[in-house]
């Protein structure tokens, strides 16, 4: 194979130091190499040396393997003066057999100096700590969500049912009735009248709900579950109003976001904090949606079709995705929620719902590349794409009721 870098190096990155091989021509023999690894710090003054080290041999590439975050202090260290990619750990295995730390390095060296290795997509510093930012938002959330569960455990174990009558304990009927609870009240009716709104048609099910043996043991565990919930709220709104100024320079591509059906503001930050809103890194819609791990695989042996499951992609605009998905096939009279209706009977819901996730992801990248808002394209464009095959369609739902149907164009009639 041809060799593109002639000196090359290998990084095999763990918490506490690095295996180093460095690729370079043989000074002995024309036209073959020698390596030779050697093992640094992860700290920063040994990464400073390693760079030093590596521009005396004159490296012309690092490849690094991106393994959890410690490949980090490595690649922003190096990149300022080196050319570094990090690459996937999942496409650059090594033969069964040979693993351990120094032959790890040395196969990076090797693929990096004959181009066998694509980089990955590493943002730059803005979107970096875009990206700190709303996963921090999306881990807290979740954390806060687990506190509310934790809470209808506890209410659980006494009793009480206000979860199975009230869809949102922590609103603002359901967070009066726990502070009166905490503060000793324990008379049902007195706490059913606590209900708000729509929730007072609802009292006389509260008043059973409420009935239980709520103790002071209790009371202690629920206030510091209420007193957590509201600590991790905090932190949220934090969060939201820094995340709300890290987005200014990403505003239009935020608003043009913001046209398609189920995609909110936080969903649209958290595929703008993905992606980098700069669709020009990659190729095209079927790169990205690869990339975003929506679409499906390939998998063919011996002229047979095996599992196409989805492969692993980001998780973060994954999940962004799944909810926008969520959404729009909630969204009455779309193109989105028609495509979903169409490909669940015969696909099941949640290959349907990836579709809706892939189609979306794909609108994303055309939309981004070329500055212009959502076009839907209506709840009937399936119909009147081909209406012909939704009449046969219609005719053999009809016949399988049982009725026998005879179809007449509306311009005969008249």
């Known amino acids: 194979m041809d060799v593109l870098h002639e000196r090359c190096a290998g990084l095999d990155i763990s918490k506490k130091d690095a295996k180093v091989c460095v690729r370079v021509p043989s000074t002995k023999r024309r036209g073959s190499f020698t390596t030779e690894t050697t093992t640094w710090g992860s700290v920063t003054n040994a990464v400073l040396a390693l760079r030093d080290h590596l521009l005396a041999a004159g490296v012309t590439l690092v ?43 040395a196969w990076l060296a090797q693929l990096g100096a004959h181009g066998l290795v694509r980089a990955s997509f ?76 729509r929730l007072r048609h609802k009292i006389p099910e509260l008043v059973e709900a409420l009935t239980g043996r709520f103790r002071e043991h209790h009371a202690f565990l629920a206030r510091l579950y209420l007193d957590q919930y509201d600590q991790l709220t905090g ?28 995609i909110n503001k936080a969903t649209a930050e958290v595929i703008i904090a993905e992606t980098g809103g700069d669709m020009s890194r990659f190729t095209s819609a079927k790169n990205l949606a690869s990339w975003a791990g929506v679409c499906p695989g390939h998998h063919e042996s011996a002229g047979r079709a095996k ?7 980001n998780p973060y605009l ?20 028609a495509r979903y209706k169409r490909l669940t009977s015969r696909r099941g819901p949640l ?17 981004l ?19 012909e095959r939704a009449a046969r369609r219609a005719v053999t739902q009809l016949n399988q009721l049982g009725y026998t149907v005879t179809l007449n164009p509306i311009d005969a009639v008249a």
């Open 63 to 105: 490849v690094i393997e991106a393994t959890s975050d410690y490949w980090k202090p490595f690649y922003h260290l190096l990149t300022e003066d080196l050319n570094v990619i990090l690459v996937n750990a999942r496409q650059v295995k090594n033969l069964p057999g040979r693993k351990t730390d120094v032959s790890d390095a």
């Open 122 to 197: 590493v943002p730059d510093q803005p979107v970096r700590e875009l990206r700190d930012l709303t996963r921090a938002r999306t881990h807290t959330t979740r954390e806060r969500g687990q506190i509310v569960q934790r809470l209808e455990k506890l209410l659980e174990d006494t009793g009480i049912k206000l979860a199975a009558v009230a869809s949102d304990i922590m609103g603002v009927s359901g967070r009066a009735m726990l502070e009166a609870l905490i503060s000793g009240e324990r008379d049902p009716q007195v706490l059913a009248e606590m209900a708000k709104r």
């Open 235 to 262: 932190a949220i709104q934090q969060l939201d109003e820094r995340i709300e100024a890290a987005m200014a320079p990403f505003r239009p591509a935020l608003d043009l976001l913001d046209t398609i059906p189920g």
């Open 307 to 313: 599992s196409t499951k989805v492969r692993p992609g």
């Open 318 to 337: 994954k999940g962004a995705l799944g909810l926008a998905a969520f959404g729009a096939v909630r969204t009455k009279d779309t193109y989105l929620q």
């Open 351 to 367: 290959r349907a719902l990836v579709a809706v996730e892939h189609s979306i992801i794909t609108a994303i990248w055309h939309m």
């Open 369 to 387: 590349t070329d500055q212009k808002p959502y076009r839907e394209l209506g709840g009937t464009y399936f119909t009147q794409r081909d209406p």
